[in-house]
Nanobody
Framework: QVQLVESGGGLVQPGGSLRLSCAASGFTFSRYRMNWYRQAPGKERELVATITSAGGYRNYADSVKGRFTTSRDNAKNTVYLQMNSLKPEDTAVYYC?????????WGQGTQVTVSS
């Protein structure tokens, strides 16, 4: 049974940092590209970052480039999102995701709130 469990969200002041984790199980994690999405209230879910199966290629939304970094540890079946210089507009529920055979798998999400 595929499971994706995000953690690490919370309340942080503008300019602060958070590190999100997504623990994966039930599939061969090291074979799949992993993605981070976010969804703010009243907005569509948007792709924030992606990392290939071995971690050799990473891509980011323009809105987070230079502030967010995604990484993975295939030995631990975990993908990370390091978020620095956080802004109020980064407030959203963050989800990890992967696609297998045209089906998208999602975690339950973790709330990130950036506010003073």
């Amino acid at each position: 049974q595929v499971q994706l469990v995000e953690s690490g969200g919370g309340l942080v002041q503008p300019g602060g940092s958070l590190r999100l984790s997504c623990a994966a199980s039930g599939f061969t994690f090291s074979r799949y590209r992993m993605n981070w999405y976010r969804q703010a209230p009243g907005k569509e879910r948007e792709l924030v970052a992606t990392i290939t199966s071995a971690g050799g290629y990473r891509n980011y939304a323009d809105s987070v480039k230079g502030r967010f970094t995604t990484s993975r540890d295939n030995a631990k079946n975990t993908v990370y999102l390091q978020m620095n210089s956080l802004k109020p507009e980064d407030t959203a529920v963050y989800y990890c995701n992967f696609r297998r055979e045209e089906y998208d798998y999602w975690g339950q999400g973790t709330q990130v709130t950036v506010s003073s």
